[in-house]
């Protein structure tokens, strides 16, 4: 299969990249971090920051789609947060997190489909979060990005349908990663989070026709509590996040 990843130097993309050189894949990678070393020839690696407006930034990536597609596998995972009280980070930090989860996804989208890359009977992963489902105190800028994340995967899931191309939302819960663990309270247990190697695995197993993909029976728990009893959920998230972070900002 030919894959495009973004944001595979760690957490869930890494493992996905780990996958699908396992499996012979082709697979072009996009992030702001340097290549890894020994990297297999079957990788090609751009090395690129999701967040700049650079027009020849978008340029190159444009190409380089029209060089190395079309992909049967579009998994865009590249993400940052900012956690704290809402009024203690700065609107630049607020600005990079919705550049980088909302913004640089429906570029690439844009970008994929205008170069006719994403190959007829392949899919296009956006990952989101199950914040989706619930209030997110704490994170509200990292929240409000992956909620217009998942409005404009809903969005484009009928259009792209018609070319053959499935539209799917990953929204886990707190992964086993760096991601998580710069940005989670102090204390936090990492035990208690899903491995990114699970994740991975789910998303290149997932049938075309599930649209929401919830790893886990905790992210599934909790997606339908936040379906049948928001409130109640976005008071619990408040207990176990905002309260634990309104002394500590984190960008």
Same mark, same amino acid.
């Given at each position: ?5 973004t ?11 780990h ?5 012979g894949?082709?697979i072009?990678?996009?992030?702001v971090g ?8 079957t990788?090609?690696?751009l090395?690129h920051?999701l967040?700049?407006?650079?027009p020849?930034l ?9 060089? =190395?597609g079309?992909f049967?596998?579009?998994?865009l995972?590249a993400?940052?947060s900012a956690t704290g009280p ?7 930090? =607020? ?5 980088v989860?909302? =913004?640089?996804p429906?570029r690439?989208?844009l970008e994929l489909?205008?170069?006719n890359?994403?190959a007829?009977?392949g899919r296009l992963?956006?990952?989101a ?5 619930t209030?997110?105190?704490?994170a509200a800028s ?7 994340l998942?409005?404009?995967a809903r ?8 070319a053959?191309?499935a539209v799917?939302l990953?929204?886990?819960g707190?992964?086993d990663?760096?991601h998580?663990t710069?940005?989670a309270?102090k ?5 208690r989070r899903i ?6 695995q789910m998303?290149?197993?997932a049938?075309?026709?599930r649209?929401v993909?919830?790893p886990?029976a905790?992210a599934k ?10 409130e109640l959920?976005t008071?619990?998230m408040?207990r176990?996040l ?5 002394d500590?900002?984190?960008l």
């Amino acid at each position: 299969m030919n894959i495009l990843l973004t944001g595979a130097a760690s957490g869930l993309g890494a493992a996905l990249l780990h996958d699908c050189i396992a499996r012979g894949d082709s697979i072009t990678v996009i992030d702001v971090g340097e290549c890894p070393p020994d990297m297999p020839e079957t990788v090609t690696w751009l090395r690129h920051d999701l967040s700049a407006i650079d027009p020849v930034l978008w340029d190159e990536i444009s190409t380089a789609f029209a060089r =190395h597609g079309p992909f049967d596998l579009a998994v865009l995972s590249a993400g940052i947060s900012a956690t704290g009280p809402f009024e203690a980070i700065s609107p630049q930090a =607020h600005r990079q997190v919705s550049r980088v989860n909302l =913004h640089a996804p429906m570029r690439l989208s844009l970008e994929l489909q205008q170069r006719n890359a994403l190959a007829a009977g392949g899919r296009l992963v956006f990952v989101a979060s199950l914040s989706c489902f619930t209030g997110y105190p704490g994170a509200a800028s990292y929240a409000a990005s992956k909620d217009g994340l998942a409005a404009f995967a809903r969005s484009l899931r009928k259009p792209m349908r018609r070319a053959g191309v499935a539209v799917q939302l990953l929204c886990p819960g707190p992964m086993d990663t760096p991601h998580a663990t710069r940005y989670a309270p102090k204390g936090a247990r990492a035990d208690r989070r899903i491995a990114p190697e699970k994740v991975a695995q789910m998303v290149l197993d997932a049938p075309r026709a599930r649209f929401v993909l919830l790893p886990g029976a905790g992210a599934k728990l909790a997606a339908m509590l936040g379906r049948l009893a928001p409130e109640l959920m976005t008071r619990i998230m408040g207990r176990v996040l905002f309260a634990k972070l309104k002394d500590q900002t984190m960008l």
